[in-house]
């Protein structure tokens, strides 16, 4: 099978549901759209094989062109929208694609392709346009990632690893039914927004909900008209979302009472005194639209205390780990289990682990081999035959441990990991966690720097008006308190500009280190 007959054997079984709730399309009439956007293509010069890119924020023609490129047969290139023309150019080049379908915004003046303009309104259909017969083994999508020297490498995903996706996402069926709406304003060019919104919508016959900004009023106001079942976001935004509410609370000076209730629900609970519970639940719940029953987040981990506060609502809240090159989530936690803080389970089905070259605290390299795992960079054979071994598995470069329960946990990216002079570990993640809880903080970069010649974990903090450089070293010294000592940051820069960020909103690390160097930075303490 290939994502297009996928798409056909969804429609089959639940030919009525809506696919785009917005549009009110159903999966019948997407089919129907579908091939009338593959006839548009074809008659542009788009044939079998070829690469096509899509650069596009997430309106309803982003799916419908993603399934016309593969009933032509083609290859489908991710493009990420907040790059430069210098780096598409590249990309293009690298990918051997001539044409992108894009909004118009992302028109420029391109010499080795030519645009198309996604927002098209496509004629009738060709019905002597059959769907190519492509394989599992074909490639259905590739996408571009940084490696460890910062040159761009092409992950190729194959119909089969996405199809294996969607079949493993069956996983989260206690918490999604068939027909329900999933939220879509993570961006589809990236993986966890692709593998959730189109791979889970088409394996529960779902409705997606498309929203292009990131704007709360928006955001909030879909949630109110539409009221989505399942909302996948990144840690960030849960974290904005819990503070909004928590302070909308305690404007009204309701807080105490419902941390009391929400904390103490159990008890509660069993005293017969439900009743109170739910008159407190039921009104933070509205503000996501009263149906929602998952939450999903991915891309960073998750603190504790807003993973906790989502289920005291009585939500599940699932964490997911994985790279573009396991097709997004190849490891997803269970709700229902008693797992510790900031686990990410364990992997999805036909998918398997190995955690190697283990410190003394069980910290490791994570290993992973099974159907998600894509077979090797495009063109790309030296870095393949590092990150491969000879049995198949695939170093995701992430250092993980694995608690008592089985459950593994993320502990910070391998060519993050800050060695000190000692010879010692030191994990940023861990350090910026701790940090994050500063008040004033913004965020916070931590990574290994040199300073007077000695390897020291380095913090970069941005921070709110009114925080000073004083105030700030007198806090992270009491943090520092809670760690061991060769783990304290006593060496930082502060500033009142955000940091930079990734698309999934990460900190861009490497990029914060180099404007520390070029002394963007002035304000700090060495």
């Known amino acids: 099978m290939n994502m297009y007959q996928l798409l056909e054997e969804t429609a089959k079984q639940w030919p009525n549901n809506l696919f785009l709730v917005r549009e009110n399309v159903t999966y019948t009439q997407f089919i129907e759209q579908v091939r009338a956007r593959a006839t548009t293509l074809h008659n542009a010069g788009v044939k079998a094989g070829d690469v096509v890119g899509i650069l596009s924020h997430n309106i309803p023609q982003?799916?419908?062109?993603?399934f016309a490129i593969w009933y032509l047969g083609g290859i489908v290139l991710m493009l990420d929208t907040n790059l430069?023309?210098?780096?598409?150019?590249?990309?293009?080049?690298?990918?051997?694609?001539?044409?992108?379908?894009?909004?118009?915004?992302f028109f420029y003046e391109a010499k080795n392709f030519k645009f198309f303009d996604i927002t098209k309104t496509d004629g009738d259909i060709n019905y002597d346009l059959r769907p190519h017969q492509l394989e599992s083994t074909d490639i259905a999508t590739m996408s571009f990632t940084s490696g460890s020297t910062g040159t761009p490498k092409v992950v190729p995903l194959t119909h089969f690893n996405l199809i294996e996706c969607s079949n493993s996402l069956g996983d989260m069926a206690?918490?999604?039914?068939?027909?329900?709406?999933?939220?879509?304003?993570?961006?589809?060019?990236?993986?966890?927004?692709?593998?959730?919104?189109?791979?889970?919508?088409?394996?529960?016959?779902?409705?997606?909900?498309?929203?292009?900004?990131?704007?709360?009023?928006?955001?909030?106001n879909d949630f109110k008209t539409f009221k989505p079942h399942v909302i996948p976001a990144v840690p960030r935004i849960w974290e904005l979302f819990r503070n909004k509410i928590i302070d909308n609370m305690k404007a009204q000076r309701k807080w105490k009472v419902a941390e009391f209730i929400?904390?103490?629900?159990?008890?509660?609970?069993?005293?017969?005194?439900?009743?109170?519970?739910?008159?407190?639940?039921?009104?933070?719940?509205?503000?996501?639209?009263?149906?929602?029953?998952?939450?999903?987040?991915?891309?960073?981990?998750?603190?504790?205390?807003?993973?906790?506060?989502?289920?005291?609502?009585?939500?599940?809240?699932?964490?997911?780990?994985?790279?573009?090159?396991?097709?997004?989530?190849?490891?997803?936690?269970?709700?229902?289990?008693?797992?510790?803080?900031?686990?990410?389970?364990?992997?999805?089905?036909?998918?398997?682990?190995?955690?190697?070259?283990?410190?003394?605290?069980?910290?490791?390299?994570?290993?992973?081999?099974?159907?998600?795992?894509?077979?090797?960079?495009?063109?790309?054979?030296?870095?393949?035959?590092?990150?491969?071994d000879e049995n198949g598995f695939f170093n995701t470069g992430d250092m993980v441990y694995m608690d008592k329960n089985g459950e593994l946990h993320f502990a910070g990216r391998k060519k993050q990991v800050i060695v000190l002079d000692s010879g010692k570990n030191v994990y940023p993640d861990e350090l910026e966690a701790l940090f994050m809880d500063i008040d004033g903080v913004k965020n916070v970069a931590v990574f290994e720097h040199k300073v007077k010649d000695k390897t020291v974990a380095y913090g970069v903090f941005s921070v709110k008006e009114g925080m000073t450089l004083d105030k700030l070293a007198n806090e992270i010294a009491e943090k520092n308190k809670k760690l061991a000592s060769y783990k304290w940051v006593t060496h930082f820069a502060m500033t009142t500009e955000d940091?930079?960020?990734?698309?999934?909103?990460?900190?861009?690390?490497?990029?914060?280190?180099?404007?520390?160097?070029?002394?963007?930075?002035?304000?700090?303490?060495?």
């Open 62 to 66: 982003f799916p419908l062109t993603l």
């Open 84 to 105: 430069t023309s210098f780096e598409y150019d590249n990309m293009m080049e690298i990918a051997d694609c001539k044409f992108v379908c894009a909004e118009p915004s």
């Open 174 to 220: 206690e918490y999604y039914d068939a027909g329900e709406i999933i939220y879509g304003f993570l961006p589809l060019y990236h993986i966890f927004g692709f593998a959730v919104c189109i791979l889970g919508t088409l394996h529960y016959g779902g409705g997606l909900l498309l929203q292009p900004t990131i704007n709360p009023k928006y955001i909030l």
């Open 262 to 388: 929400l904390k103490n629900q159990k008890t509660l609970n069993d005293m017969g005194l439900g009743y109170f519970v739910r008159q407190i639940q039921k009104p933070l719940l509205e503000v996501f639209g009263g149906r929602a029953r998952l939450c999903i987040a991915g891309g960073a981990a998750t603190k504790p205390e807003v993973e906790k506060f989502y289920e005291s609502l009585g939500l599940a809240f699932i964490q997911g780990y994985g790279l573009t090159e396991t097709v997004g989530p190849i490891c997803i936690s269970k709700p229902t289990s008693k797992r510790m803080a900031f686990s990410v389970g364990g992997p999805v089905s036909n998918n398997e682990c190995e955690i190697r070259d283990k410190d003394e605290n069980g910290v490791g390299v994570l290993w992973l081999r099974g159907h998600q795992v894509f077979n090797g960079y495009l063109n790309n054979p030296t870095v393949n035959a590092e990150s491969f």
């Open 499 to 526: 940091l930079p960020m990734t698309s999934t909103q990460k900190i861009k690390h490497h990029v914060v280190k180099q404007n520390l160097i070029d002394g963007k930075y002035p304000d700090r303490k060495e």
